[in-house]
């Protein structure tokens, strides 16, 4: 893809970066360092709240990294091989070799991404309840917060969204016609955006 680079290389996946990352990157850890840790959390002194913002939008990095990955390790059960995975600014895309075979295995692989980001994110907040240091417990809470954000969001039905290709696998089901699945889903894909647009 262009206007990324690789940053490492996952059991035969490459990762992949992209620029606008660095943006999304430098943004997490400003707002979180200048607005949302000193908000919350007062008098850790400047220092302390890069470091502990540079740490938690490090995480986030990895979080949306592990939500590509569980696509990848899903479809790769079901025969369908990843080549690479970008990372940009809406979060990821994995590059798959082929499409699923069947509506079912569409459905798992498309589903795998967003559950693992739901049981992270539940998981980081029961860690959280537990952690009594102020500087972790801040870290735990935003990326168990981020986390349960990134499962939800990406369960919208709007096509390309794994939300969306849920949707167009349960329609493939139905209908027994993926390209037909392909075009409903995402005509209710634009109608979620419009939605999305007239709420927002
Ligand atoms: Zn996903």
């Given at each position: 893809m262009g206007s990324s680079f690789r940053v490492l290389r996952i059991a035969g996946i490459s990762v992949e970066l992209h620029l606008s990352w660095l943006v999304i990157g430098f943004l997490v850890t400003y707002s979180l360092a200048e607005i949302q840790f000193p908000h919350d959390h007062?008098?850790?002194?400047t220092g302390l709240y890069w470091l502990v913002a540079a740490a938690t939008s490090l995480l986030f990095f990895g979080s949306v990294l592990v939500h590509e990955l569980s696509h990848a390790i899903v479809a790769r059960r079901f025969g369908v091989r990843t080549t690479s995975i970008t990372l940009f600014i809406f979060g990821g895309a994995a590059a798959m070799e082929s499409e699923p075979r069947r509506p079912r295995d569409e459905a798992l692989i498309a589903g795998a991404g967003p559950i693992s980001s739901l049981l992270i994110g539940g998981l980081l907040y029961l860690v959280d309840l537990g952690v009594q240091q102020e500087q972790f417990g801040a870290l735990l809470g935003w990326l168990g917060f981020i986390n349960l954000t990134l499962g939800t969001f990406n369960l919208?039905?709007?096509?390309?969204m794994d939300g969306g290709r849920i949707l167009r696998a349960i329609l493939w089901r139905i209908r027994g016609d993926r390209y037909a699945a392909t075009r409903n889903a995402a005509a209710v894909g634009q109608m979620v955006g419009y939605a999305i647009i007239a709420l927002g």
């Open positions: 007062p008098g850790w002194g919208i039905p709007g096509f390309p």
